[in-house]
């Protein structure tokens, strides 16, 4: 089955060119393959498509509120066999070690966050930072709103884990880390010096590298315009939106950023 494409038949064709070239299918989670921990009915027969058609698939997910392996046992248990997961978490702490080296940092965020930062070989600490780390902290508090506040006021580092204003949930769209990020630069007039997650080139280029394949080769498929497919547009990759999560039909009709292909969910698209 071709996805759905309005236009002719030239439209059709080069629809057709784009998912020919894919290798690697990159996919967002929350809105994408599952809401709020439930699995969309169309998710598990997408990748048993993907899969005997001779390709791969890895879940990239801006939420850096768990770690890797959570979600891989998450996924498990919806019914995913074998998922691999790279989160912005996991970038951050790649892209600080590149910065920085294996530095001090203070982490606005879960111990899972905490727990990818060590993991990598960072010192994870309450006091005396070189670097401030913001991520999607569900378990957030007045102190540690206050205490990161202070930090930033003495001019340290400064690094967000992704930017997404909001996140998908079974109850509707709950404040993410880029409501965080918003309230920090009321409180201290500070913005991060660099936000690492989607839509920043480089959380792709280390992705495709792991797999041998250039970004060009990779589709990444997920539901918000301003992470998902300008991350695509910026790297060259096949981009395609679905309409399952955040994004609606009139916040595409307003939005400068247009995907390479629009379907209502994942059961539109055919390896």
């Known amino acids: 089955m071709l996805p759905p494409v ?23 989670m929350d809105g994408t393959i599952h809401i709020g921990g439930k699995l969309f009915p169309w998710t598990l027969p997408f990748l048993d498509r993907v899969k005997r058609s001779g390709r791969e698939y890895v879940f990239l997910t801006n939420n850096s509120s768990k770690g890797p392996r959570e979600y891989e046992e998450m996924l498990k248990k919806m019914g995913i066999p074998s998922p691999v997961v790279f989160t912005s978490g996991e970038a951050t702490a790649s892209r ?21 930062f060590k ?8 006091d005396d930072p070189q670097v401030l780390i913001l991520g999607y902290d569900t378990t957030a508090t007045y102190e540690k709103i206050r205490k990161f506040a202070i930090f930033l006021r003495k001019g340290l580092p400064y690094i967000a884990t992704h930017p ?5 949930s079974q109850e509707g769209l709950i404040p993410d880390a880029g409501s965080f ?12 010096d660099e936000i690492v997650g989607k839509p ?18 990779t589709a990444v498929i997920g539901d918000r315009l301003y992470t998902d497919i300008e991350l695509a547009r910026r790297t060259g990759a096949v981009s395609i939106l679905v ?12 939005s400068p950023v247009k995907p390479d292909l629009v379907v209502e969910n994942l059961s539109f698209i055919e390896p």
């Open 181 to 192: 990020i918003e309230l920090f630069r009321a409180s201290t007039g500070r913005v991060p």
């Open 96 to 116: 600080v070690i590149e910065r920085f080296g294996r530095v001090r940092v203070y982490a606005f965020g879960t111990d899972s966050l905490k727990r990818v």
């Open 200 to 217: 920043n080139p480089q959380i792709l280029l280390q992705l495709a590298s792991r797999f041998g394949v250039s970004p060009e080769e």
């Open 243 to 254: 309409l399952s999560g955040e994004t609606g039909r009139e916040d595409l009709e307003n």
């Open 6 to 28: 309005d236009g002719p038949s030239g439209m059709i064709h080069r629809v057709i060119d784009l998912l020919e070239r894919v290798r690697l299918f990159v996919l967002d």
């Open 164 to 168: 997404d204003i909001n996140c998908p």
């Open 119 to 126: 993991d990598f070989g960072l010192e994870v600490v309450e």
